[in-house]
């Protein structure tokens, strides 16, 4: 609920309300809206243009260390991060994308490119697991798609984001690390224990390498805030 806007006379004999928590974000940002929809509307291109239609998409577009097309292709890096394996692994990086998205972008910059910005964090994130899912498997036959190693990198950036809000020792800073072990543990462990046992086919490469390419690269996209200054 955003603060009521009045005129400026005062609420004299007015019930006042206790004050409640600052919300974390007043509207939804647009560069996490913006990804979210085209990820979506690929993936329902994909649906309406049937199996033939997916399956040349995944050959064109997918990520392959090594595949029908040979290596050395650039724009895969890019657009595997927009294509998925069906609705559950659709929805649970959507789901994600929405919970964590807002509160990095929100964080990254507060001008008016804050959502280019943001956008490019995310494509370099992704960018970033996948160079680390090749690096490790630089002979895979199998393509990876899907969003996850962006992902992790926004929750990188949060983490940066949150950090800054909160002093060293305090109780943002416990839940912040805190945040990151389970992160770490269950994107990543869970991940990789589900690929060598066959249980779930997750590239657990592409989460660890998204989430430190989006350690590393926040500071560098990171808008500085202007000193403020006093009003006149």
């Not at 998409?57 to 990520?63: E, I, P």
Request: hydrophobic share 50%; with cysteine.
């Amino acid at each position: 609920m955003t603060d009521p806007h009045h005129s400026g006379v005062p609420l004299t004999g007015a019930r006042q309300r206790p004050p409640g928590r600052e919300p974390i974000f007043k509207t939804f940002p647009a560069g996490t809206a913006m990804l979210i929809g085209f990820i979506l509307i690929v993936f329902g291109v994909g649906v309406l243009g049937g199996d033939r239609f997916q399956t040349l998409m995944v050959v064109l577009f997918s990520l392959w260390p090594e595949g029908p097309l040979g290596d050395g292709r650039l724009l895969p890096y890019v657009t595997h991060q927009f294509l998925h394996f069906g609705p559950v692994h659709l929805l649970m990086n959507v789901a994600m994308l929405a919970q964590v998205g807002p509160l990095a972008e929100s964080g990254i910059a507060r001008d008016g490119n804050r959502v280019i910005r943001f956008i490019l964090f995310f494509l370099l994130c992704g960018i970033g697991g996948a160079l680390g899912f090749v690096w490790i498997n630089p002979g895979a036959e199998n393509p990876m798609v899907g969003a996850s190693g962006a992902i992790s990198g926004v929750f990188g950036g949060f983490l940066w984001s949150a950090l800054g809000a909160g002093g060293r020792g305090n109780q943002m800073h416990r839940a912040v690390l805190t945040s990151a072990g389970f992160f770490l543990v269950i994107n990543v462990g869970l991940a990789a224990v589900g690929r060598v046992t066959g249980v779930v086919p997750i590239a657990w490469e592409s989460h660890l390498f998204g989430f430190l390419t989006g350690l590393l690269v926040w500071p560098l996209l990171r808008a500085r805030e202007p000193l403020d200054k006093n009003p006149d």
